[in-house]
């Protein structure tokens, strides 16, 4: 058994700045030989160690002690095995000594590491956050890029500049990934190779010696640029995650400032291209009126025709729904007052419905129509047209909170619906609308107008009887 | 037809498309790598963000349509029938093509693979599946994919869907059946959940049969989630949170994404037309921890909201249920229950495991706990400290059992 003379001072030097195997090996020696944490220096390749490691008259294991024959065990948490296989990858040249300190103390105190307010256990904990950091930006910043080797085989090779000794321990997880693939990663710490059998290492490598760009990274970039929410710009988010110093490597990152920079003109785009921005909902029926006026959310607003507003009591039980102003209704400013009106009105009083105490308005506010000499031709609003002017529509029905609304023909139901149905299924039957009011929907007067004979016969018996139902629906509700 | 798109231009304008979905994460899947496969890949429990957008959103997956042409026509949607984007189409073989080009470089976990409805559901659904079973049966793909399943798509499709999916998800669109019918018609509430339940229980019998037969076909082993658009109707947060806790408990669902409605191109005049509401968003995901990870009850959540139904912007609404429990606090550090320190703002579940730890060994200062939270100025208010009383401590005698610190046994070195 040697004397550990007091005093005398120890040099480990590591094969590897990895190696913690060794690491391992000399520290369980040197706690066995009551060897004190201030007595030995730890000295990775290429480092000068602290002024006792560069004073001492010789470097190197010769020095070390040997453990007693009956030595004691060494014991250490599995909480301090855990995190110091990953420290010891750090590149703190301080780690070996501090990771030795540490298990002198659990010696004596075995639960010095739940101590998470001790200084030596809270730099531990930094080292292993900051190695698995690395790792994990590694995993997921390394870009392989394609290089055909003799034979047509493709090798896949990457560049990346880790900041700790991780390289060697990362290496499982790119052959678990790419078990069926050659790939290179180079590093300025060291490189491994696969090539689908067996890993190979090496030495430093220099950015040169990496391939400098593959034809997948136009699309790569493509796919970055396009899949980025300008209205959604969050920079700050970006940079804790994707700080600047790995930009240089990752080829999408050259994107980065004119994405920034075109955002806010892009998200204008989208808030253009997005619709008209209607404003808020007007609070009063005279002001759905004004705001109509001025409005040409939709194409038929630029025409030369002006807004037909809605008529009727504010608080009226039954809303009537036609789809557009007509001429006649465009030179009046008044809904339903042309042929159609005049046809609805008749009906309206056979099934016992006071026009007066309904509310009438149109789906779309404007009158759609091309001008064929003197005279205007009525056109069919569009689907969209239909669900722009909807908004001025549901601004009407918030004021107005009709209990039942009747829909005539198509557009007016794609009005308050926002699809298109068909007459023929949904007439007769109420539908429920949101905010409790119901939908009835029936043809378009102006549908009768087209027809003759027994077809005319056979719709007008459906158009009265739909409007017979709908004053027993209202008769019901007390309305 | 106008002239043929590059593959390049389909997929700036089927990413493009794609963009709205919040969705990305690829974690929490079975583990798996390629070692004596024919193909690439690996999952290893935890998802890896390769890239982030300057929207600060992880790209850890390709998320693209397979096609945003679409039936349907929700005015909320980008890729509504009556929109006016251009439009295009992958076959399933240049989804795969894509995929494995992106995964073999090391730039994507996998694929999230959504898609507009073309000719029927059905129709749609078939392709989707098709894009994966290429990837799992052809390539021998090993990493992540996430399919957006149709749910108005035959339950057999959704089935095999899952069979080869990591992840499955059916999106509610809309947290209010009011806001689904004015903004979605042609979707319904009851066939997207009646989709849910059937996926919910597909999961739990393949995980049943995995326990009793090892080589169980595996059937969508990262669950399903959802996603939520906020501010697109007039929802109020108390809503959201309400359907969300409802779809967690009914449907075993693993996340409910939140997206904020972004003015989307040529979209429908029905819907507000400002800048998404990303603090609100940001908000409502922070109600969901504290769902999932601090042990609040939906409806005490819901306590934070202020009277109309919304959570205050201005705060996190784990501060505002504090300011609204204001007896509850402040708490001892030293002798608090887990569960209390979870409710103190400013500590989170790291924080208040770091407390846990070391307090069995000294007892807690002010200095000590600045070295274990973020924040000291942030938690003090709340927190009695042995050195440290910002008003009457509570009294709580009964800890000594969470005071006892556990002997952990030391193993050989
Ligand atoms: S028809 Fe309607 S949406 Fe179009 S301009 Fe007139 S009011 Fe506006």
């Given amino acids: 058994m040697q004397n550990v003379s007091l005093g005398a001072h120890y040099v480990v030097n590591l094969p590897e700045p990895d190696d913690f195997a060794f690491w391992r090996e000399r520290a369980r020696g040197l706690i066995q030989c009551d060897v004190p944490p201030d007595r030995v220096s730890w000295v990775e390749p290429g480092g000068t160690g602290d002024l006792f490691a560069a004073e001492g008259p010789s470097r190197g294991e010769r020095r070390l002690p040997v453990s007693p024959e009956y030595a004691r065990e060494v014991r250490a948490s599995k909480r301090f095995l855990q995190l110091a296989r990953k420290a010891a990858l750090h590149s703190d040249p301080a780690r070996f000594g501090l990771l030795y300190r540490m298990l002198w103390r659990l010696q004596s105190n075995p639960r010095a590491m739940e101590d998470k307010a001790d200084a030596d256990v809270r730099r531990i904990e930094e080292l292993d956050k900051a190695v698995r950091r690395d790792a994990h930006k590694m995993h997921a910043f390394v870009r392989f890029r394609v290089v055909e080797a003799e034979g047509g085989a493709e090798h896949y090779v990457a560049w990346f500049e880790p900041d700790h000794h991780i390289v060697r321990a990362e290496a499982g997880f790119f052959m678990r990934r790419f078990a069926n693939m050659n790939w290179s990663i180079l590093t300025p710490r060291g490189c491994i190779h696969w090539d689908g059998e067996t890993m190979r290492e090496s030495g430093p490598a220099r ?22 929410n300008p209205a959604r710009l969050k920079v700050g988010a970006m940079l804790s995650e994707m700080p600047r110093k ?13 994405l920034i920079a075109g955002a806010q003109a892009r998200e204008a785009q989208m808030v253009e291209t997005g619709g008209k921005d209607m404003g808020d909902k007007p609070g009063t029926l005279d002001a759905v009126g004004e705001a109509i006026a001025r409005c040409r959310a939709c194409p038929i607003g630029e025409l030369e025709n002006r807004a037909v507003m809605g008529e009727g009591p504010r608080t009226a039980p039954l809303m009537i729904v036609g789809e557009q102003p007509g001429d006649q209704e465009d030179v009046k400013g008044r809904p339903f007052v042309g042929p159609a009106g005049q046809l609805l009105d008749e009906y309206l009083e056979r099934a016992g419905i006071d026009r007066g105490e309904a509310y009438v308005t149109n789906a779309v506010k404007h009158f759609k129509y091309v001008p064929r000499g003197k005279r205007r031709l009525h056109q069919s609003p569009a689907a969209k047209e239909i669900d722009t002017c909807r908004w001025w529509l549901e601004a009407e029905r918030d004021l107005v909170k009709p209990r039942v609304i009747l829909a005539l023909g198509a557009s007016a139901a794609r009005g308050l619906l926002g699809r298109t149905v068909s007459i023929s299924k949904v007439r007769g039957e109420p539908m429920p609308l949101e905010g409790g ?10 549908y009768l107008l087209r027809l003759d004979g027994d077809a005319r016969e056979k719709q007008a018996a459906l158009f009265a009887a739909d ?7 209202l008769a019901e509700l007390g309305a | 037809m106008a002239q043929q798109l590059s593959l390049r231009q389909k997929l700036e304008i089927l990413a493009d498309a794609a963009k709205y979905d919040a969705s990305c994460a690829s974690s929490g899947t079975a583990k798996k790598n390629s070692v004596g496969g024919k193909g690439v890949g690996s999952t290893e429990g935890m998802g890896i963000c390769h890239a ?17 042409h679409c039936i349907f026509d929700c005015h909320y949607c980008i890729n509504r029938k009556s929109s006016n984007v251009a439009r295009a189409r992958f076959t399933p073989q240049e989804v795969a093509d894509l995929t494995l080009s992106f995964y073999r470089r090391n730039y994507i976990e996998g694929l999230f693979l959504s898609s507009g409805i073309v000719k029927s559901a059905n129709h749609t659904m078939d392709q989707l599946i098709e894009a994966a079973r290429i990837l799992r049966e052809e390539h021998d793909f090993r990493g992540y994919i996430h399919l957006k399943t149709i749910p108005e798509a035959d339950a057999e499709l959704i089935h095999e869907a899952g069979l080869y999916a990591d992840r499955v998800s059916i999106n509610v669109e809309l947290p209010t059946d009011s806001g689904l019918t004015r903004l979605a018609p042609d979707k319904n509430a009851r066939q997207i959940e009646g989709a849910m339940d059937r996926t919910k229980s597909r999961i739990l019998q393949a995980k049943d049969e995995r326990k009793r037969f090892r080589h169980a076909p595996r059937f969508a082993p990262a669950g399903q989630s959802t996603q939520m658009i906020v501010g697109a109707d007039g929802a109020s947060d108390v809503d959201i949170m309400g359907r969300a806790s409802a779809l967690y408990g009914n449907f075993g669902l693993r996340r409910v994404y939140y997206s904020a409605f972004s003015p989307i191109p040529d979209a429908s005049a029905v819907l507000p037309l400002k800048r998404p509401p990303l603090i609100r968003e940001h908000r409502l995901y922070q109600s969901d921890w504290l769902m999932r990870f601090y042990g609040y009850a939906p409806g005490e959540v819901a306590q934070a909201a202020e009277a109309d139904g919304n959570l205050p912007l201005d705060i996190d609404p784990k501060l505002a249920w504090a300011l609204k429990f204001r007896e509850r606090f402040p708490v001892d550090v030293n002798r608090a229950s887990r569960e209390e320190l979870l409710r ?8 208040v495991a770091k407390i846990l730890a070391a307090r069995r060994h000294r007892t807690l200062r002010l200095d000590d706990l600045a070295r274990l ?7 003090r208010p709340f927190l009695v400290a042995a050195d440290w009383r910002p008003t009457r401590l509570t009294d709580r005698a009964d800890l000594r059992s969470l005071l006892a610190p556990r002997q952990e046994q030391l193993e050989l070195f």
């Fill in chain 2, 373 to 379: 939270t973020q924040s000291i100025a942030k938690v």
């Fill in chain 2, 52 to 68: 982030y957008a300057p929207d600060g959103r992880c790209i850890s997956l390709l998320k693209i349509l397979l096609t945003n």
């Fill in chain 1, 246 to 258: 790995y930009w240089k490597n990752l080829p999408e990152a050259a994107l980065i400032p004119d």
């Fill in chain 1, 437 to 446: 009011a119901e939908l009835w929907v029936t043809a378009h007067p102006s």
């Fill in chain 2, 344 to 351: 103190v703002p400013g500590l989170g579940t790291k924080a």
């Fill in chain 1, 207 to 228: 950015r040169g010696d990496a391939p400098g760009g593959d034809p997948v990274e136009e699309l790569w970039r493509s796919y970055y640029a396009s899949i980025f």
């Fill in chain 1, 467 to 473: 409007l017979a139902a709908v004053k027993e629906r």
